[in-house]
C-alpha cells in the first residue's frame, strides 16, 4: 500500500474521536473558577487574533476586563497586583519589568516549622 492510501485509512479511522476532543470553549468556561471573564477572555483572543507581538499584547490588556479579587485565593494580594498593573499601564518591556518590579505584590513568607524547630533546639542546647 502506498503511503497516501495509508495516512487516508487512519484519518478515516481518527474521525470518530475527533469531537470528543473538540469540545466547545464554552464548555471549558463552564468550569472555570470566573466563567464571565472566561468568556471575556476568549471574546478578546478572537478579537485580536490577527495582531502579532506588541500590538497584540496592547489589544488583550484593552479588551480583557479586570480581575475580580473576590474570587480570588488571596484577596489582598490579587488587589495589590491589580494596582500594579495599572500603574504600569501603558509601559512594555524593560519599563514594564522595571515598574513591576519597583511596586511588586508581596507575598508573606510564612516561617518554616522545620527551622524555627532547629533554631529553638540550637537555643537551648
Known amino acids: 500500500m502506498n503511503l497516501a492510501k495509508q495516512l487516508s485509512m487512519l484519518a478515516a479511522a481518527a474521525l470518530p474521536w475527533l469531537p470528543a476532543f473538540a469540545q466547545p470553549v464554552a464548555d471549558d468556561c ?3 473558577r470566573d466563567p464571565a471573564r472566561c468568556e471575556a477572555r476568549q471574546a478578546a483572543l478572537k478579537t485580536c487574533s490577527e495582531a502579532r507581538g506588541r ?5 488583550l490588556e484593552a479588551n480583557m476586563p479586570p480581575v475580580d479579587c473576590n ?4 484577596p489582598a ?7 500594579a498593573r495599572e500603574a504600569c499601564k ?3 518591556g524593560s519599563e514594564l519589568k ?3 518590579r519597583d511596586d511588586p505584590p508581596r507575598k508573606k ?3 518554616r ?12 542546647g
Open 98 to 100: 522595571k515598574c513591576m
Open 109 to 111: 513568607k510564612k516561617p
Open 30 to 32: 463552564a468550569r472555570a
Open 113 to 124: 516549622p522545620i527551622r524555627a524547630a532547629a533554631r529553638q533546639a540550637a537555643g537551648a
Open 71 to 74: 474570587r480570588s485565593d488571596n
Open 55 to 59: 500590538e497584540k499584547a496592547a489589544c
Open 90 to 92: 501603558g509601559k512594555t
Open 77 to 83: 494580594r490579587c488587589e495589590a497586583a491589580q494596582k
